[in-house]
């Protein structure tokens, strides 16, 4: 395999050449709360990075990736943070769906879906959560019947980030009447282009649509289009979170540290700097991203209890809290809209808030920690 240094010093070799022209235009658009941001334009980047062996770089070479570890996916993607190369568009089939076809796939599945993600020809969405499903994962109440030779799928999924874009979504259904918890559940591997499906994009705090409401209403797939066995879709539902992994960790903490770095400047051109309060909360974020980097190192080989929830716990807060001190520094001027649009930092802010809940609430990674880490005693289920 290659080593990672020189992985390392290709990658941002290729980056200074290939950020450029058309591209160039692109650096540091995109990501949570920025998703709008030359959506079609970062695709066409992402297609780009695809073509040059670039995408899912830690896949089985057999199905089109390039086996590498975590060490030389982390440097991938400080590499790509320090080239502030816009974010990707295929997040969610490159790193979710991707490793879970891989895993719990049929072949049929893995040779019908795992090119066009590789070559970031078709987009997918996570349906997991519904209105009455959130933490409580386990109370998906969306069904769906076998029906001759195909899944008829009927139910609501909220909050699906993305669906807008998507040409597929992989949805967590109930397939066994009456089962309850997380037992008779199906994965199923659904298109968003029929008429049995309507995507309605809710508008966040920030005025932007990234999620959306998704209606099933006698939607379907065909039979051969769930993974795993019926009823079992729980185990690999929760597989597929794990894949989640925080190898962009690393890689995140430098956009943290530049975003950090851009509102120390705006203290310092305002003048706020000299308000010993704002200094303070500067250094304690400085700081934190300090404790956040060295946590990430020490974890990235060695596997510790709980290290997810852990970095989840770090990261969210973290970044919940620069948005607060952003709205410290800008002081009135944030509560004002002088060019009709959120800036920057009013942005950071709004979005930030979402931090502590996506991925997993503050208080779910909390209980996870207290129940599965620390051995305490397991809070009362209704
Ligand atoms: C930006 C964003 C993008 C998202 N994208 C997707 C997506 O693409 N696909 C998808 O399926 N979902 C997505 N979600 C949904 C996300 O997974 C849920 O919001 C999250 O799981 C919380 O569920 P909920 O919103 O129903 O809140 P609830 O589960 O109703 O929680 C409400 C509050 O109660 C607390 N709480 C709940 N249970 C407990 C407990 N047992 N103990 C202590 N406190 C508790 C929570 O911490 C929270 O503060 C997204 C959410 C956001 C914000």
Redesign the pocket.
């Known amino acids: 395999m290659i080593e990672v240094q020189t992985f390392r010093a290709e990658v941002r070799q290729w980056l200074a050449d290939n950020l450029v022209g058309e591209f160039a235009a692109l650096k540091g658009l995109g990501g949570?709360g920025r998703e709008h941001e030359a959506y079609e334009e970062r695709r066409a980047w992402n297609q780009h990075l695809a073509a040059a062996g670039l995408t899912c770089l830690g896949w089985p070479e057999e199905h089109g990736g390039r086996g590498l570890s975590v060490a030389h996916r982390v440097a991938f993607y400080e590499e790509y943070a320090k080239a502030d190369a816009p974010d990707k568009v295929n997040h969610l089939g490159e790193e979710l769906l991707g490793p879970t076809l891989i895993a719990y796939g049929t072949e049929e599945q893995k040779k019908r879906f795992l090119p066009n993600i590789l070559n970031v020809t078709e987009l997918w969405?996570?349906?997991?959560?519904e209105p009455g499903a959130?933490?409580?994962l386990a109370n998906v109440s969306t069904s769906a019947e076998l029906v001759g030779d195909e899944w008829v799928i009927n139910g609501q999924?909220v909050?699906?980030?993305l669906a807008h874009w998507a040409q597929w979504c992989f949805v967590v259904a109930r397939s066994e009447k009456g089962s309850k918890r997380h037992h008779g559940l199906s994965y199923l591997l659904v298109p968003l282009d029929q008429p049995g499906v309507e995507i309605r994009p809710i508008v966040q705090l920030t005025g932007d649509s990234?999620?959306n409401e998704v209606f099933f209403d006698d939607a379907r797939c065909d039979a051969s289009l769930v993974v795993g066995e019926p009823g079992q879709g729980w185990g690999v539902a929760m597989a597929t979170l794990t894949f989640e992994r925080g190898v962009s960790t690393l890689g995140q903490q430098i956009r943290y540290k530049r975003e950090l770095e851009g509102l120390i400047g705006v203290a310092k051109t305002s003048g706020v700097i000299d308000d010993p309060l704002i200094r303070h909360k500067l250094t304690e974020s400085w700081t934190g991203l300090q404790a956040m980097r060295s946590y990430a190192m020490a974890t990235m080989d060695v596997e510790q209890p709980g290290q997810d929830n852990v970095s989840k716990l770090l990261w969210a807060n973290w970044h919940r809290e620069l948005g607060e001190i952003a709205m410290d520094v800008q002081g009135m001027a944030g509560l004002t809209l002088p060019g009709g649009e959120f800036d920057e930092w009013q942005r950071l802010y709004l979005f930030s808030r979402?931090d502590t809940?996506?991925g997993?609430?503050?208080?779910?990674q909390r209980?996870i920690i207290a129940e599965r880490v620390l051995g305490l005693p397991r809070?009362a289920k209704g």
């Open positions: 949570p969405a996570q349906g997991y959560s959130g933490s409580d999924k909050w699906t980030s990234e999620f979402s809940i996506y997993g609430s503050n208080e779910i209980n809070e």
